[in-house]
RNA sequence: GGAGAGGUGGCUGAGCGGUUGAAAGCGCCGGUCUCGAAAACCGGUUUGGCCGAAAGGUCAACGUGAGUUCAAAUCUCACCCUCUCCGCCA
């Protein structure tokens, strides 16, 4: 949620940041605007009767302490009293229609991010590694997981329906190994503390992080209880300290988290359909940062590390891309992708986004902190994945498939896999 | 799910419907004292909105939301959460 005050005193500068965003959202910028200026007018009339009735009730209370009539003064309140019942509620009105409108503004561009329209503008920062050479045409991973056993796409449409993932045998424990290796990469080699949250988040959660109210139909809901299953562990996990005032030596907080994630994918049917790459389930392994404001890029930069060190370890090749303004997610400033290259697929697959929400999340969840000058002020969050599995699967997959139609995986997952690094015959 | 108890400031814990944004203690910050520290003493110590250049003024908040009243932390109702016991259950 961006600062009404921000909007308030910027109101042109704004207007000119949303519309690089290129989502028609500047457009309630004068809305907002006129509806703030209505709010604090009837707030200022409410008050100033508020203070006439606070005043004049201890009167009648000092009279009727002396056993004096104060009939007159207590009819006059009567009705200053039905008067602010009236303002007040006009209040709450333009209150909950400025609050509508203002959940639905997606979060200003840092001001090192590209202007652009969409994935076309996003610059590459970086590569690491370089394709993989086969002596064979490279099979897709649906070929090479079902031909080992290791994964079964019609079992898992029997059970669930399109879009969901049989692990099988060593595709299984391959699954399972890979988010042991994450966990314990973020949290021995760079001072994540592993959290292990709900799958199910509430309402208010869903909008702390931004999911909410705009973008409902990605989401599945269970109506019985007004809970969520969580897309992203981003979700439980930023919001764990929602509501709350955290000291300035506290921070940063790391954190890690390993989840599923389920996700609808209303509106991308027929896109990537086949194997795991666009899934209603997947395991991820999310990173997450409480920031100082101060400091929250320099944060940003170590987590794309942070993730950028998975895929090296697993010896893949992969390019960093800086997401344009047109690309970017909903409470980003500033977002970092990874592709990892999947050589059956010839092409590159996003494993990880890094974000930099600086105080969009936090202040729709309210998470503070006092700073050493006694000041109360939002957190900067951060968040990245560290990385998605499923497409990291494909990776693997595709990367090391051996012309026999086995597996030879990089030895640093043997100790995962039970102390082989091969499946298969 | 059933029965009972309870939700007040960083913590513990008071609070006859009116001068309580809230006693007291602890903690924390600053000061006096001291070579220094402790102790003692003095002062300070929630958050947000609105008006204001500022000084300051003012409003709101005692789980959440409604209601009664001139006036609600205090009364009424609903909901949420916590604890104890019972039931059920991985």
């Given at each position: 949620m961006l600062d009404i005050k921000l909007i308030r005193d910027n109101t042109d500068a704004v207007r000119k940041r949303l519309a690089d965003r290129g989502r028609g959202d500047e457009a309630a910028i004068d809305r907002i605007a006129a509806l703030d200026q209505r709010r604090r007018a009837l707030i200022t009339d409410a008050d100033k009767l508020k203070a006439l009735r606070n005043s004049v009730s201890k009167e009648i209370g000092a009279l009727k302490a002396q056993g004096q009539d104060a009939g007159?003064?207590?009819?006059?309140?009567?009705?200053?009293?039905?008067?602010?019942?009236?303002?007040?509620?006009?209040?709450?009105?333009?209150?909950?229609?400025?609050?509508?409108?203002?959940?639905?503004?997606?979060?200003?561009?840092?001001?090192?991010?590209?202007?652009?329209?969409?994935?076309?503008?996003?610059?590459?920062?970086?590569?690491?590694?370089?394709?993989?050479?086969?002596?064979?045409?490279?099979?897709?991973?649906w070929e090479i997981g079902e031909a080992l056993d290791i994964l079964d796409f019609p079992r898992a449409t029997k059970i669930s329906g399109s879009g969901f993932i049989l692990y099988k045998g060593a595709g299984a424990r391959l699954e399972r190994g890979l988010i042991n290796f994450l966990l314990d990469l973020h949290t021995t080699q760079h001072g994540y503390v592993e959290v292990f949250p709900p799958f199910l988040v509430n309402r208010n959660a869903m909008i702390g992080t931004g999911q909410l109210p705009k973008f409902e139909e990605d989401m599945y809901r269970l109506r019985d209880d007004d809970l969520y299953l969580a897309p992203t562990a981003e979700v439980p996990v930023s919001n764990i300290y929602r509501e709350e005032i955290l000291r300035h030596d506290q921070l940063p907080i790391y954190h890690c988290a390993y989840t599923p994630c389920f996700r609808r994918e209303a509106g991308a049917a027929g896109k990537e359909t086949r194997g795991m790459i666009r899934v209603h389930q997947f395991d991820k392994v999310e990173m997450v940062k409480f920031s100082h404001p101060d400091t929250s890029y320099d944060e940003l930069e170590k987590m794309v590390a942070n993730a950028e060190k998975v895929l090296q370890l697993l010896g893949l090749h992969y390019r960093v891309i800086l997401l344009c303004?047109?690309?970017?997610?909903?409470?980003?400033?500033?977002?970092?992708?990874?592709?990892?290259?999947?050589?059956?697929?010839?092409?590159?697959?996003e494993v990880s986004s890094c974000s930099n929400c600086e105080d969009?999340?936090?202040?729709?969840?309210?998470?503070?902190?006092?700073?050493?000058?006694?000041?109360?002020?939002?957190?900067?969050?951060?968040?990245?994945?560290?990385?998605?599995?499923?497409?990291?699967?494909?990776?693997?997959?595709?990367?090391?498939?051996?012309?026999?139609g086995s597996l030879l995986l990089p030895e640093i997952l043997a100790p995962y896999l039970g102390g082989t690094r091969k499946i298969g015959k």
């Open positions: 007159v003064k207590m009819a006059a309140m009567k009705k200053v009293g039905d008067d602010i019942t009236a303002l007040d509620k006009q209040i709450a009105e333009v209150d909950e229609q400025l609050r509508a409108i203002l959940l639905t503004i997606p979060n200003l561009s840092h001001s090192t991010v590209p202007t652009g329209k969409d994935a076309a503008d996003n610059p590459e920062i970086r590569r690491w590694g370089q394709k993989p050479e086969f002596a064979f045409k490279p099979k897709p991973h303004t047109g690309d970017m997610g909903f409470a980003s400033a500033k977002t970092y992708d990874i592709e990892v290259w999947a050589p059956g697929q010839n092409a590159y697959l969009f999340q936090s202040r729709r969840a309210n998470v503070r902190f006092k700073d050493k000058d006694g000041k109360t002020k939002f957190v900067h969050l951060l968040n990245g994945s560290g990385t998605a599995l499923a497409r990291l699967y494909v990776a693997l997959l595709e990367t090391y498939q051996q012309s026999d």
